[in-house]
């Protein structure tokens, strides 16, 4: 079992920068696939990013390519999300999720653990 706690959330302004982290509890967490995902009031829950268990792959949302960057630290048991050029439209609460597999990792059912997420808020 893996436990998830976000941090690095906060009020940016448009153009701004945030790095969140996701902290990992477990002997395991390089055996997971992660990923972050966000939801904003109103809307479904939408992927953002996923990275392996080595970190050799790495999935972005088409929304945020180029702009955030999915990165993990496994001898620290900890998974970041950097992001630039931060938007109004990224506005949400931040999710981290562990999978055990490594399918379908756009949607949320494909993970197994999630953490209590962080808020974003980007003021134009």
């Known amino acids: 079992q893996v436990q998830l706690v976000e941090s690095g959330g906060g009020l940016v302004q448009a153009g701004d920068s945030l790095r969140l982290s996701c902290a990992a509890s477990g002997r395991t967490f390089s055996s997971y696939t992660m990923g972050w995902f966000r939801q904003a009031p109103g809307k479904d829950r939408e992927f953002v990013s996923a990275?392996?268990?080595?970190?050799?792959?790495?999935w972005y949302a088409d929304s945020v390519k180029g702009r955030f960057t999915i990165s993990r630290d496994n001898a620290k048991n900890a998974v970041y999300l950097q992001m630039s050029s931060l938007k109004p439209e990224d506005t949400a609460v931040y999710y981290c999720?562990?999978?055990?597999?490594?399918?379908?990792?756009?949607?949320?059912?494909?993970?197994?653990?999630w953490g209590q997420g962080t808020q974003v808020t980007v003021s134009s």
């Open positions: 999720a562990a999978s055990q597999g490594m399918m379908y990792l756009l949607k949320p059912d494909a993970y197994d653990y």
């Open positions: 990275i392996t268990q080595s970190g050799y792959s790495t």
